[in-house]
């Protein structure tokens, strides 16, 4: 199979078995792409920052920028397509069976059931993002039990902990706010006070 319809393929299985939101395809878009070596974790990661940070839906970012990452515009393209397409499969299911087969039992036990998964896996989505954001020179090897944490960004947790605080705890901090506010934060931290620093020590 072709690599451009190869990626198609991919991202349609996981709009075909995603539940729970964008958050939810994380540990699929990970499994597929990071572990099949199409992209790294980092780009991963950062990849989800901008999906976050710019409008649309995000699952439908995270495809375009994996495809365009890994097969240019045509890439990007199919892997968009491949991504709601079954999404837009399913609607078309339920309009031509009508509400009863929302009703169904058998689908409502079903639901029920995803609920516990769609928890478990943006948990798991969550915990692995602080780490990987908060160490990110982290080596885990479960086979041989080497669980290696270097390089702490304490930067990178203060931000975590502004964002998390205002977002909480303060009416007026709407997540529009929290991102511009998080990007000037970066600016900041990364950019302009390692620079200011590099110019006194030298």
Known sequence: M?????????????GLFT?????????????????????SEQLLIDFIGISESTPGPFAVNMATFIGM????????LLTTLGVILPSYIIILIIAMFGAKFLESKTVKNAFIGL???????????????IISAIFPNIVLKIKNFDFNLKG???RTL?????????L????????IKI???SAFLGIVLYGFIPYLYSIIIS
């Open 2 to 14: 072709p690599e451009i319809l190869l990626l198609f393929w991919k991202f349609f299985k996981i």
């Open 19 to 39: 539940f729970g939101g964008g958050y939810a395809m994380i540990p699929l878009m990970r499994a597929e792409f990071v572990e099949g070596g199409y992209i």
């Open 69 to 76: 990452e890994n097969g240019g515009f045509f890439g990007a």
């Open 115 to 129: 609920k516990p998964v769609v928890i478990g896996l943006i948990s798991s989505v969550a915990v692995g993002l």
């Open 152 to 154: 702490f960004d304490i």
């Open 158 to 166: 203060l931000i975590m902990i502004v964002s998390f605080v205002l």
């Open 168 to 175: 909480k705890f303060t009416k007026k901090a709407s997540p």
């Open 179 to 181: 991102i511009l506010l």
